[in-house]
């Protein structure tokens, strides 16, 4: 199992890409600390996988830290971090009032950095230790309509994770996933009106010609989580179908 002994915690284990890969890091042998607001679906998670459901609400700084906390008790330390959770949304510049600019970046942006700073102690004490964020194809290449808060934050996330690459090693590896348009319940919200998501228009200029799909990010999350991928620091892995090149 890759990751047999591992300790790890997962942001946004609710659903999703933070679900997908809360249940296969645990077929892998991971010990797993699981973080949400959703109290109900979080639990659900937590029984099938065998984790630690921790309730906390991102946006409040007093819950993360108890929330790391938590997770280190539970798990005799912590040596992985996974950042799945956030926020995403369409407004236009003229639409975007402070309150909503400042969410998003204490969902997007602050609440990764605080995860990470409460759990650098127990990082640095594994003899090797992974943090994966999980950012997005928009940080990338911003190309689409009302997404300058999104897109704005997810690339901070972006620099955040490449500049604790370069500070954190060799001891602990800092890497970002790039998800491009994934089959998850907040899409589906988004894309409500197409029969499948696969249908909406936009996706047809992807070189895959689909969404992707849940697990398909989880397995990518695995490889910078795991020893397969133990000289690589600082980098941005984009999973998005094609997107960023077609």
Not at 42 to 48: D, S
Request: glycine share 10%; aromatic share 4%.
């Amino acid at each position: 199992m890759r990751l047999n002994g591992r300790r790890i915690l997962i942001t946004g284990a609710a659903s999703g890409i933070g679900r997908a890969t809360a249940e296969l890091f645990a077929a892998e042998g991971a010990a797993l600390a699981l973080l949400d607001r959703t109290a109900d679906l979080l639990e659900q998670v937590a029984q099938a996988t065998g984790g630690t459901a921790l309730v906390a609400d991102l946006g409040d700084e007093s819950q993360l830290l108890n929330a790391v906390a938590e997770a280190a008790l539970a798990m005799g330390g912590i040596d992985g971090i996974v950042n799945c959770a956030g926020i995403a949304g369409s407004q236009s510049l003229d639409a975007l009032d402070r309150e909503s600019w400042d969410r998003f970046v204490a969902i997007n942006l602050t609440a990764p950095y605080l995860i990470c700073r409460a759990a650098l102690l127990h990082l640095r004490a594994a003899e090797r230790s992974t943090i994966v964020n999980i950012a997005s194809g928009q940080a990338l290449l911003p190309n689409a309509p009302g997404i300058a808060a999104y897109a704005a934050t997810k690339a901070g996330l972006v620099t955040f994770t490449k500049a604790l690459g370069a500070e954190l090693a060799p001891n602990i590896r800092a890497n970002v996933v790039a998800p491009g348009i994934v089959d998850t319940p907040m899409v589906q919200g988004v894309l409500g009106g197409y029969a499948s998501p696969d249908d909406a228009p936009f996706v047809q200029q992807y070189a895959m010609k689909r969404v992707a799909r849940p697990s398909e990010l989880a397995e990518a999350i695995l490889f910078l989580s795991s020893d397969a991928s133990s000289y690589i620091t600082g980098t941005v892995l984009a999973v998005d179908g094609g997107r960023t090149f077609h």
